[in-house]
């Protein structure tokens, strides 16, 4: 059937009716960690998915059945792919849908503030081909006010038929519904399904959140919605400022009871047989990922329009930040009690992802931890099985090839950052002249040349 016949048919139906009979077309904006997943969510409950990207790259992976995602097997993709689902740059085939989901990157910029450039540019290609009717969601983490104070306005501004985002009280022909729902996947967690995961949805009028609720309630067990976008965007952000700041506190108590030689992951195993009232969070190298290390960020920056200062967050930020410094120090201690000096020494740092058994460097406390060794003169390599070679990033230019686990004898400290289950402690310690270990990686193994800081 030509695209135009169909959306007409389409769109004498309710959105809701489209939903149930899978006959509403999805539109997928950012084919990366959170947008490839949620297309195959969409895709295994039979919905017709068109993926846009500007990485032509990944379009044309997608488009030989490839995927670029280690969790994500090709087999999944080539499934998805005789479901429906394409992959596209072009903007043009927006029109083609019902729903668009915007799945764009929320990073800081080098001055530490949001850099909403990605949102912005998206909404500025979307804007010419928007339909009266269709339902717009933004999922990237982002500060409240987001949706409402930048999406909005350059959609309005840039569609050709002057269409308006549909208001409280000011639904109408002419208009198009937005929503914010925030992505909370939890990288490497096999224990919670994604389906599992209940999906906040505020919309700006009544009719948003009931459509963007028709539409995640068949890929997710439970919906949950709130008053505004900017309730739900608010949401996202507590969630992880709340890790952000209990995991500095973790990291600022391990530094004490190190001075104190007690254990801090006794006494939180400990803690944690407390029926109510605690929960566990570990200490660690520093923070890494997409989220924790940056999200916190863009609410204390939008607090200072509202002249209010954020301390907790700047303080979780302040000693967060600081774990990265702690390990080297302990890395260069550790060596100085052999009588060996940093500067010269072979370093080899276990685990580049930033966190365990998952492809994400995004952030990894071992790029700073890379760079704060090499700076005093260590000379360092990498092993990742993960990472087979690691180039150039946003923020970083190694260049190195992950060393083979067999030459783990020819390096003067082995320093665990990221504890991928893959790895046999017992059988590094017994074959390293020195292990720092900065993730309680080698618990249950008893040897003198452990650190653990
Ligand atoms: N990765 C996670 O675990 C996670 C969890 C929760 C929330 N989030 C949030 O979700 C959002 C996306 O994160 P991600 O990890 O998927 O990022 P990502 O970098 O893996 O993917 C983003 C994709 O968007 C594409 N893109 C960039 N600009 C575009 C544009 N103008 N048009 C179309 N595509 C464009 C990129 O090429 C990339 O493929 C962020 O706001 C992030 O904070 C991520």
Redesign the pocket.
Known sequence: MPVSTQSASVASLGFTEKTKSRELRVGI???????LPLTLLFSEQKFQVTG????QQ?VDTLAAGGSYIYRILPEEIAGARSAGFSATTDYSRLSEVDAIII????PLNEHHEPDLS?IE??AK?MAPHLRSGQLVVL???TYPGTTEEVLIPILEKGNRSGLKAARAGAAGDNTFYVAFSP???D?GNTQVARRDIPKVIGGMEPLATQYASALYSSIFNRVVPVSSPATAEMTKLLENIYRCVNIALVNELKLLSLRMGIDIFEVIQAASTKPFGFQPFYPGPGLGG??IPI?PFYLSWKAREFDFHTRFIELAGEINSGMPYHVVASVTKALNQRRQPINGAKVLVLGLAYKKDIDDLRESPSLTIIELLQNEGASVSYNDPFFPSVGRGRKYDLQMKSTPLSKIEDFDCVLIVTDHSSYDYADIVRRARLVVDSRNATRGVDADNIVRC
Do not use: M, Q, W
């Not at 904006?29 to 947008?35: M, N, T």
């Not at 846009?52 to 990485?55: E, G, P, Q």
């Not at 799945?103 to 929320?106: A, D």
């Open positions: 904006i950012g084919l990366g960690y959170v947008g846009f990207d500007v990485d990944k799945c764009v990157p929320t990605y540019n998206t290609a999922e990237s983490t992505e909370r996947e990288p997409h989220c999200d």
